[in-house]
């Protein structure tokens, strides 16, 4: 465990994905080798194995414990950046494609659930956009013909399960889903490991490599994966430098539980369309327990350090629209990766023949991560995807240019920093628990001293391309708001694009 791993767990953490995966003690050949063992790289190693390849996962933590270990698991074939924006940029036939694909994926994750057996609290159930503060700016209308234009169900409602929503318009979508993600994740990797999949834990791929005719991965401990094909699945991928990184921008994200009594508010989905926008949903918690679960509140990583604020919009949202809400049980983060155009990056990465990528999951992974699965799979034994175009990493985003620039600015506002005095102009001033920036000469410090008095000092230039970090209080990490790695407060790093740890001070 690092230093730094107490970060905040989620209301599903107490699932363990697989429990008897241990970490690479040798090197290995095999068909297909997966990196990242979230709801992407565990539905593409399933995939493969059901296809009859021999398929490694590796991850460099405990499988299943990145971000779809701190999902809220609504499964969606909607686009939740709305599909009038989405026709706006890719066009009908593309938008019309994008909820096909998703549907496939939300039918994918029933028949696999149903055939694996795997008691994971799937339900299919209606989702509702909504307005939940006074005034509408046209949302509704907008999506409604949206929706029309590409042929999706979609009818107008009036009124909602919320105090003061008796009359509230909304949009009600058929065939929404959600289920336990990480129950979910548990089948598939016994589906995996009972097909002769190996799963490999606490495993850090440091390189991939396109060999003549395979590929390799490299891994810190020394030992080497060869195959036929790579899928890297790290969720911001770790194997682009910057072709990927340039059209797509990580957001923090909050997420609650609480309990709540049977029968207070329907089964459902329901999306408010205010900005930062909050989501919430029902997870039965066995027995008579149940547990509402709520979202949003969504920022640029590393933007603010103000998660206090966040929960309690959150609560305050929640509250609001139900006022007989029960206890708080769990309050967690993440993060998600924003692309220009709201759509994911799955398919060969740029400049590679035998090297997939599934990135950009868009607030949508879970559904994205079971689309990289599909079209992955088709590739590799069918030669082609219909979904190719559509999710194609290489793509140009021309028509989202501003978002384009905007996104980058933050990278060139972020060297910026470089020359700015540190948050604090010694570690003396640091109390125990926090953690800040110091300039000590002319180095910047990423600096935290724990409980015990202990100092941990490490640069502040992210191992990716050499951003500057930025704490974050609630999870005790330190983000770099360019392209989302996030590092543990002795540097280790915990989420990708960078592999190695931010470098030690002499
Ligand atoms: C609070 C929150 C709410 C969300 N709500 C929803 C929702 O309602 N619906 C929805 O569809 N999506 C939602 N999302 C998004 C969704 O959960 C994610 O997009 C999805 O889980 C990502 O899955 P993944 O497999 O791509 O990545 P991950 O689950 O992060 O898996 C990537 C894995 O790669 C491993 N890894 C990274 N680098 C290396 C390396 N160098 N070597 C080895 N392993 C490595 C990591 O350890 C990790 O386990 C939400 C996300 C958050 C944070
Ligand atoms: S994530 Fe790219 S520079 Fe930090």
Not at 300 to 307: N, P, S
Not at 316 to 332: K, V
Not at 348 to 362: A, I, Y
């Amino acid at each position: 465990m690092n230093v730094g791993d107490e970060r905040t767990v989620s209301l599903w953490a107490s699932v363990n994905v697989a429990p008897d995966a241990v970490p690479l003690t040798r090197d290995e050949q095999v068909d297909v080798v997966v990196v990242g063992s979230g709801i992407a790289g565990l539905s593409v190693a399933y995939e493969l194995a059901l296809a009859g390849q021999r398929v490694a996962v590796i991850d460099r933590g405990s499988i299943g414990s990145g971000m779809t270990a701190r999902t809220t698991a609504h499964l969606t074939s909607i686009c939740d950046d709305y599909f009038s924006e989405l026709i706006a940029l890719r066009g009908r036939q593309l938008a019309r494609l994008f909820y096909e694909s998703q549907s496939a994926a939300i039918d994918h994750i029933q028949a696999v659930q149903e055939t694996e057996a795997i008691a994971c609290d799937f339900r299919r159930l209606p989702g509702f956009l909504f307005p939940s503060s006074a005034g509408q700016d046209g949302t509704l209308e907008r999506e409604l013909d949206a929706a029309r234009q590409i042929g999706i169900a979609v009818e107008r409602t009036d009124g909602l399960p919320f105090e003061g929503f008796s009359t509230t318009p909304a949009l009600r979508y058929a065939g929404q889903a959600t289920f336990h993600p990480l129950k979910y994740l548990q089948g598939l990797a016994a589906g995996i490991q009972r097909r002769g999949g190996a799963l490999y834990s606490d495993t850090v791929v440091e390189k991939v490599e396109e060999t003549s005719g395979g590929v390799r991965m490299t891994t810190a401990s020394g030992f080497v994966v060869t195959g036929i094909w790579a899928v890297v699945a790290t969720n911001s991928p770790i194997n682009d430098r910057v072709a990927i990184h340039t059209k797509q921008a990580p957001y923090r994200t909050y997420a609650m539980s609480f309990e709540i009594r049977a029968g207070i508010i329907a089964d459902g989905l329901y999306w408010d369309t205010e900005d930062p926008y909050h989501y919430v949903r029902l997870q039965p918690g066995g027995g008579e327990r149940h547990f509402l679960v709520v979202g949003g509140e969504d920022h640029k990583t590393g933007a603010v350090d103000d998660a206090e604020e966040r929960f309690a919009n959150l609560t305050a949202w929640s509250r609001r629209l139900i006022p007989d809400l029960g206890a708080e049980t769990h309050r967690w983060s993440g993060q998600v990766m924003e692309t220009t155009d709201y759509v994911g990056f799955i398919g060969r990465n740029p400049g590679n023949e035998r090297v997939f990528v599934v990135t950009g999951d868009s607030g949508e992974g879970m559904t994205h991560g079971v689309v990289a699965a599909l079209l992955i799979r088709d590739v590799i034994v069918n030669g082609s995807s219909s979904w190719q175009e559509l999710y194609e990493p290489s793509r140009k985003t021309t028509r989202a240019i501003g978002d384009y620039l905007r996104e980058n600015a933050t990278a060139i506002r972020n060297f910026a920093e470089y020359i700015a005095p540190g948050e604090l102009d010694s570690v003396e001033k640091l109390g125990p628990g926090e953690g800040a920036i110091v300039r000590e000469g002319l180095t910047k410090i990423a600096a935290f001293r724990d409980e015990d008095g202990t100092l941990y000092k490490r640069s502040a230039s992210c191992t990716h391309i050499g951003c500057h970090v930025h704490w974050n209080s609630l999870e005790r990490c330190w983000d770099c708001p360019c392209h989302g790695s996030h590092f543990a407060v002795d540097g280790t790093a915990l989420n990708g694009p960078a592999v190695f740890p931010l470098a030690g001070l002499v």
